[in-house]
């Protein structure tokens, strides 16, 4: 999988991109993560990227011209993938999202700053907004290194080889179970039992009991499209008539 960035700040992505897990992946080759500077692509005289809006207003808007020219390079003579701009217009970024996502063979990402793009470089130089989250980021930046790091993670042999992302939190529509290291009792804190009798059927059991408690819980919002069973299904009962009966 390729990354090629469009932004005008590329040094923001120098740390985050090569530290932990996405920094492995990098050297390892599973994911080629690249920045392009939108910058020297300007043809103005002082290379400004952005300019005063049409019709007035406050802040300005990028110029659509560098970013064109910019987005052409990264694509080079054959470009097989998606152009994503990240923008709070977007659908939100979802698992399911970044799972077929990392499917494709290249993404190029265009951060946006100030008030936004020139509407004309959004038509003709990309074929999807996404969005993180319904709130305003002073660029795209931070956004396109969640989207970065979120779909490397289900690139096979990103994550160790034990790990899986089916296994995390909302892969099957569930908040995740708690998990506990050493030592056996914190300051009188102890681990649950069942996770050191070494019976992994019932381990598992009362994981999923957990991560059941904790949606209905927490994200009750989430059990209308998680993957049930019947068994599931009679575990929520049961934690719901013991909810009613506690208060
Ligand atoms: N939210 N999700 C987001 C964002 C900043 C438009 C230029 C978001 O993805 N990106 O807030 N991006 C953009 C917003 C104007 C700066």
């Not at 740390?15 to 392009?36: F, K, P």
């Not at 990227?49 to 064109?68: E, N, W």
């Not at 919002?221 to 068994?231: E, I, M």
Request: charged share 30%.
């Amino acid at each position: 999988m390729k990354i090629d960035i469009l932004t005008i700040f590329p040094e923001m992505f120098q740390s985050v991109l090569s530290s932990s897990i996405i920094g492995r992946a990098r050297e390892n080759g599973l994911i080629d993560v690249q920045c392009t500077d939108i910058r020297p692509f300007s043809e103005c005289k002082h290379k400004n990227t952005d300019d005063y809006p049409f019709g007035g207003g406050a802040g300005m808007v990028m110029l659509a011209q560098p970013i064109h020219d910019a987005m052409a390079a990264a694509m080079g003579p054959d470009f097989h993938g998606k152009r994503i701009y990240l923008g709070p217009r977007g659908q939100t970024l979802t698992t399911g999202k970044a799972r077929s996502l990392a499917r494709e063979e290249e993404l190029i990402l265009l951060c946006g700053h100030y008030e936004g793009v020139d509407q004309r470089a959004l038509d003709t130089c990309v074929d999807e907004e996404i969005s993180i989250g319904d709130y305003i980021l002073t660029g795209g930046e931070l956004a396109a290194m969640v989207l970065t790091d979120c779909v490397a993670r289900f690139i096979p042999g990103v994550l160790g080889s034990a790990e899986s992302p089916e296994e995390e939190s909302f892969s099957d529509g569930l908040l995740e179970y708690p998990q506990y290291t050493r030592p056996r009792d914190l300051d009188g804190r102890c681990v649950p039992e069942v996770l050191l009798s070494g019976d992994h059927a019932k381990i598992r059991a009362w994981r999923r009991r957990e991560s059941l408690a904790a949606t209905a819980r927490l994200r009750p919002d989430l059990l209308a499209s998680a993957k049930l069973d019947d068994q599931d299904l009679k575990i929520l009962k049961e934690l719901e008539e013991s909810c009613f009966s506690e208060s």
